[in-house]
Nanobody, 112 residues
């Protein structure tokens, strides 16, 4: 059974950092690209970033390009989303998708 699960969300003040993790199982994780999405209340889900199966290249949404970084550790079936200089507008549920399967999401709240 293919499973994707995110972790690492939480509350942080503006300017702070969080690192999200996305772990996959039930498929050959290292063969597939992974995508990070987010959805804020009242908004559509949007693509935040993408990482190739090998870890490079990566692609980012314009508004996060200089603040977020995606990396992966295929030995641990895990992809990371490092989020720095967080802003109020980064508040959302963050989702990971791999092998066409969505994780349940993890909440990120940026608040003072």
């Amino acid at each position: 059974q293919v499973q994707i699960k995110e972790s690492g969300g939480g509350s942080v003040q503006p300017g702070g950092s969080l690192r999200l993790s996305c772990t996959g199982s039930g498929f050959t994780f290292s063969n597939f690209p992974i995508e990070w999405y987010r959805q804020a209340p009242g908004n559509e889900r949007e693509l935040v970033g993408w990482v190739s199966s090998s870890g490079a290249p990566t692609i980012y949404l314009g508004s996060v390009k200089d603040r977020f970084a995606i990396s992966r550790d295929n030995a641990k079936n895990t992809v990371f989303l490092q989020m720095n200089t967080l802003k109020y507008e980064d508040t959302a549920v963050y989702y990971c998708r791999g092998y066409g399967v969505w994780g349940p999401g993890t909440q990120v709240t940026v608040s003072s």
